[in-house]
Antibody, heavy 119, light 114 residues
Framework: EVQLVQSGAEVKKPGESLKISCKGS????????IGWVRQMPGKGLEWMGI????????RYSPSFQGQVTISADKSISTAYLQWSSLKASDTAMYYC????????????WGQGTLVTVSS | DIVMTQSPDSLAVSLGERATINCKSSQSVLYSSNNKNYLAWYQQKPGQPPKLLIY???TRESGVPDRFSGSGSGTDFTLTISSLQAEDVAVYYC??????????FGPGTKVDIK
């Protein structure tokens, strides 16, 4: 069974750094792109970027380029999303998603990691 | 960027009745070389992550009830729930994957029971 299990909720202060994780299981982690999607409170879905764990090829949405870093450790089947300096506007639910190979849709979703940034 | 719009923002439908959601893309998502529309639909129930319902505009994901259907081509698409059930209360999003990897979602349509 394919699963994406994300790390737990975080409460941080503005200016702090953060790295959240997404562990894949039940499939070949290095053969599928993994992406991240943001959902701000009460709002819609925004695609942030994707990484191919096989070779760490990474692409970002222009809206998030330079704001976050996506990485992966294929030895432990885990993808990461990190911030170097959080802002209050980063408060949101973050989902990791697996991209199906044949059609670039998001066929499996993690349970979500709620990040709250508040002073 | 391809901009996705949806209508209506929300709708309330009686149990057993039809629900229709529209999605429009700012440019065609029909890829001429394979005649496929790069358009997907997702369902997000309260407190849950989204779930893939339909891709290639009209192909149901495995396990999705056949009361859900997708149609349309080019820039105009429709998601139809033929007979609304209580468990279908959710927000529905369309998404284009034509400009991979620059994916964009529509703003969502909330479906409630009347």
């Amino acid at each position: 069974e394919v699963q994406l299990v994300q790390s737990g909720a975080e409460v941080k202060k503005p200016g702090e750094s953060l790295k959240i994780s997404c562990k894949g299981s039940g499939y070949s982690f290095t053969s599928y792109w993994i992406g991240w999607v943001r959902q701000m409170p009460g709002k819609g879905l925004e695609w942030m970027g994707i990484i191919y764990p096989g070779d760490s090829d990474t692409r970002y949405s222009p809206s998030f380029q330079g704001q976050v870093t996506i990485s992966a450790d294929k030895s432990i089947s885990t993808a990461y999303l990190q911030w170097s300096s959080l802002k209050a506007s980063d408060t949101a639910m973050y989902y990791c998603v697996r991209h199906r190979a044949a059609a670039a849709v998001f066929d499996y979703w993690g349970q979500g990691t709620l990040v709250t940034v508040s002073s | 960027d391809i901009v996705m719009t949806q209508s209506p923002d929300s709708l309330a439908v009686s149990l057993g009745e039809r629900a229709t959601i529209n999605c429009k893309s700012s440019q065609s998502v029909l890829y001429s070389s394979n005649n496929k529309n790069y358009l997907a639909w997702y369902q997000q129930k309260p407190g849950q992550p989204p779930k893939l319902l339909i891709y290639w505009a009209s192909t149901r994901e495995s396990g999705v009830p056949d009361r859900f259907s997708g149609s349309g081509s080019g820039t105009d698409f429709t998601l139809t729930i033929s007979s609304l059930q209580a468990e279908d209360v959710a927000v529905y999003y369309c998404q284009q994957y034509y400009s991979t990897p620059l994916f964009t979602f529509g703003p969502g349509t909330k479906v409630d029971i009347k």
